[in-house]
């Protein structure tokens, strides 16, 4: 589901105290029984207890998602060459304005590594300039899409005109929804206090920006497959 990665900034902590030391077990001498070493129970109580959630869980869980999504669209693409050589099959022509969402879309990956590094740098400014940026850039591409559809049904041609068309609606469709849910990760970040997505080491900017850049190149894997594929 779009945007299902989203996630909770909690604080990543370690199990005990300044470089992750686990508290000391009962001094000597102070336990009772084993020749005044402490019992048994003693030991076990004092065994390290793990605290937060582990960045390694937020990032396989979107891996795994993005496998997932990767198989959907592949199963899509697999349909439309499969069907585009059916004899009913007429080749449409697509708008002009989708290279321009394209071009938009880039940039708001390369706003996102701007901010990243602007991450590095703690410059908490330039970082959400950035990111707002890139965000900004989302929303226009998402309008673009839209705009790319008007002109497709300016022209007579609808999703149920023939093959071709119902592919290129669905396609487009499809990508538009999962990069909504993409776009949502991304104000959820702008969101967020500074010092809050630097104590949870910001894994939430990390997981939203992985993300946004797979539905970017993906879209451009699509294009090109929509656009050769004619």
């Known amino acids: 589901m779009p945007g299902a990665f989203i996630v909770d900034d909690l604080e990543i902590s370690s199990s005990g105290g300044p470089g992750g030391s686990s508290p000391a077990g009962p ?11 402490g ?36 199963s899509l693409v697999s349909a439309y060459i499969v069907r585009k050589s059916s004899a009913d099959w007429r080749a449409v022509l697509l708008p002009r304005v989708l290279w321009l969402n394209t071009a ?27 990111w707002a940026a890139a965000t900004a850039l989302g929303v226009m591409f ?3 899409q839209l705009v790319a559809w008007r002109e497709m049904a300016a022209a007579g041609v609808y999703l149920a005109t023939n093959p071709s068309s119902s592919f290129f609606y669905l396609l487009t469709a499809a990508h538009g929804l999962h990069l909504a849910g993409g776009l949502a990760a991304l104000v959820y970040v ?12 910001g894994v939430a900017a990390e997981v939203a920006g992985i993300y946004w850049h797979f539905m970017d190149g993906l879209w451009v894997f699509l294009l090109l497959v929509l656009t050769l594929g004619r």
Do not use: C, Q
């Open 190 to 201: 702008l969101s967020r206090d500074w010092m809050r997505l630097r104590a949870s080491g």
């Open 142 to 144: 998402l309008a673009g």
């Open 104 to 130: 938009v879309l880039l940039l708001s990956s390369w706003a996102l590594e701007a901010s990243h590094r602007a991450w590095e740098r703690e410059d908490a400014k330039a970082f959400r300039a950035w």
């Open 39 to 74: 019992g048994g129970d003693g030991d076990s109580s004092s065994a390290p207890r793990p605290r937060g959630v582990s960045r390694r869980i937020y990032f396989t869980g979107i891996w795994l998602a993005l496998a997932a999504i990767l198989m959907f669209f592949m």
């Open 27 to 37: 001094p000597e001498g102070r336990g009772g029984g084993n020749g005044g070493r």
